[in-house]
């Protein structure tokens, strides 16, 4: 295990490696930083201002959140710059909540729909200053357009008042397996470019060409002039996991074992059956997120092999130790994907060189709407 | 769909039916008092001071839940007689918050293991008033000792000097299939028969033979009489979905449609793609429990067929919808399993045939510890 968990933890806890969260919010500042993109974290993994505030301290160009409930919450804690990369569907409550932050912040959604459009045009006042993305669809097949279809989206947009500003995909499909996340860039980077010429034949110019997943952020191409309907590249990047890292982004290749700065912290409360154990984080904790891809919902740092196989709600199961630890053990989890895990925990416990530092937040939590 | 979902959500949204809850407390209350079994409902259900207090106001004698935490939030909340269902471990903080709780109400904690009961009896002072049991494994294979092995654990507990006064058993294996729940009924009288004459024979009077499933809360007999080492049949039960009931506990034959008292009410986002439309409700607010028997995690209530394939994070995806929906419109889906769908949302609101009558907190969310 790269770094140590600090003694006297009341788990499940959810412990962050200071020293290895910093290195990755500079990396990938760096990296997209050479590349001429931007980076506007996505937030939804974090939830956290502690950590937002890091990701702009090394460059990042706003952020970007999932919900109007999380960008209500960095729109309190001093960002002023967020895009909910989401469909946004502002009726009921939300014409109020979408109007009150386009009026406090720089403030953009994702569009995919005439429908949705007009919802959000409907709710807003004149001269909102709300930017819409025009979402499209890059092969992972969950919300977005064709690149063809997207100036029928815009021009819905315009009627409805709303300043198009650009188009977003997320290439989800980077996650099917390990090797696809060359192949989702690809796509991600045509989708992008495709739509934003639509866009200009249409009369829009897309001036932001948003991309954004951890493993395809360092894979496209960017540098791109800003001018539509040329060379329509990337102009931003929202990869979310990388400030942690996981299971999944190192069986992708995204990560290596040294780069993920955080683990469960679980103590074992059962071996009562042989060849395995029980740990105190259960689904409510690591989540049951799975990918075909890996067995199980995490792994006992450290230990070769040792994986939790089978979760309920207070109970992590993990077959096949190394060895049998004893009842009241505290081990260390890296769990499948990071973000619902965070989401499940009220705060991070914040070490540096096995010591405990600070114990942040996570501001956002369960910001569903 | 047996009631209404209000106007004017904001989604996705926790709604529970307030005639079909308080009918669930009823029916459970009445036919375990019919079978002289006491009623001791898992509050990690609903983690709501709310429902406890109807829970405890239709006959409850106490409550069940799976952590400290929420052991502590119910007795700040005035219940002074809680079972932690589950092999607490009292060491690091939990040395004190075990301790200091056990002054405060009437405590009892599951053990399974000698080092679990040397932990609790060091982390206690003399007269602490804590009450142990012994959890046993009924065939559910994931925490609990066989029947045979209790009184090992036992004397433990009495070497650490912790006052033993029964045995207690989830049989969570009647989850396993439709037709699960007859079976694992008997298991767990049977171990529950089982460990208590083997506590007997060792000097320990099992007075506290507790079980514990919404699918066999009405299928195990009751009406012991108390006196360990005769008639050993069950004392109390501790069911928790009953409250709200879901797609899991329908098709196990625990619940019709008509007793499911909880839905998440969500939005359309997407229509795109054909054959399919897209709500707002991701695997932070249905979670992704999944179970063999039933496909998907969870379906539109009063739509044929219309089932939530694909989760991801804010995103579900629902395939083979009898119609097209319109983007924005608001639909209620039932989850497979209630209790982890509570716990991402931060509160219930709460209607009275389509109406908005209350919005309740989840007191006891996130208490993982």
């Known amino acids: 295990m790269p770094w140590e968990l600090p003694r006297d933890l009341d788990t499940p806890a959810l412990v962050v490696d200071l020293d290895t969260l910093e290195a990755n919010v500079a990396s990938m500042a760096a990296d997209l930083g050479a590349r001429g993109v931007a980076l506007r974290p996505h937030a939804k993994t974090h939830k956290s201002l502690e950590i937002a505030r890091r990701q702009r301290a090394a460059g990042a160009a706003g952020l970007t959140v999932a919900t109007l409930g999380e960008a209500e919450v960095?729109?309190?804690?001093?960002?002023?710059?967020?895009?909910?990369?989401?469909?946004?569907i502002a009726d009921g409550p939300k014409r109020r909540r979408i109007a009150a932050l386009a009026e406090r912040i720089r403030l953009r959604v994702g569009v995919e729909s005439p429908e949705a459009a007009a919802l959000i045009g409907g709710a807003l006042g004149p001269a909102s200053g709300l930017e819409v993305l025009v979402e499209l669809d890059s092969g992972h097949h969950r919300t977005g357009v064709r690149p063809a279809d997207a100036p029928g989206v815009a021009a819905a947009c315009a009627a409805a008042g709303l300043d198009v500003v650009g188009v977003f995909t997320h290439p989800g499909h980077a996650y099917a397996a390990p090797g696809c996340p060359d192949g989702a860039a690809r796509d991600e980077?045509?989708?992008?470019?495709?739509?934003?010429?639509?866009?200009?034949?249409?009369g829009f110019e897309a001036r932001v060409r948003s991309?954004?997943?951890?493993?395809?952020?360092?894979?496209?191409?960017?540098?791109?002039?800003?001018?539509?309907?040329?060379?329509a590249t990337v102009t931003e990047q929202r990869p979310g996991s990388y400030v942690f890292n996981d299971r999944i982004q190192q069986a992708l290749g995204s990560a290596a074992g040294g780069d993920v700065?955080?683990?469960?912290?679980?103590?074992?409360?059962?071996?009562?059956?042989?060849?395995?154990?029980?740990?105190?984080?259960?689904?409510k904790a690591l989540s049951l997120d799975h990918v075909d891809f890996l067995e199980g919902f995490g792994e006992v740092w450290g230990w070769q092999g040792a994986v939790v196989t089978r979760l309920s709600e207070h109970h992590g199961i993990v077959e096949a130790p190394a060895r049998r630890p004893a009842v009241g053990e505290v081990v260390a989890v890296v769990p499948n994907h990071v973000c619902p895990v965070v989401d499940?925990?009220?705060?991070?416990v914040v070490v540096r060189r096995g010591r405990v530092v600070d114990r942040w937040p996570v501001d956002a939590r369960g910001r569903l709407r």
């Open 74 to 88: 960095f729109a309190d804690g001093g960002f002023d710059d967020v895009f909910v990369a989401y469909p946004v």
């Open 189 to 202: 980077d045509a989708a992008l470019a495709a739509g934003a010429l639509a866009l200009a034949r249409a």
């Open 211 to 231: 991309g954004g997943s951890t493993p395809t952020a360092r894979l496209v191409a960017g540098g791109g002039d800003g001018a539509a309907g040329e060379a």
């Open 261 to 283: 700065a955080l683990a469960v912290a679980t103590t074992v409360v059962s071996v009562s059956r042989p060849g395995c154990f029980v740990v105190d984080a259960g689904s």
């Open 344 to 348: 499940h925990f009220d705060h991070y």
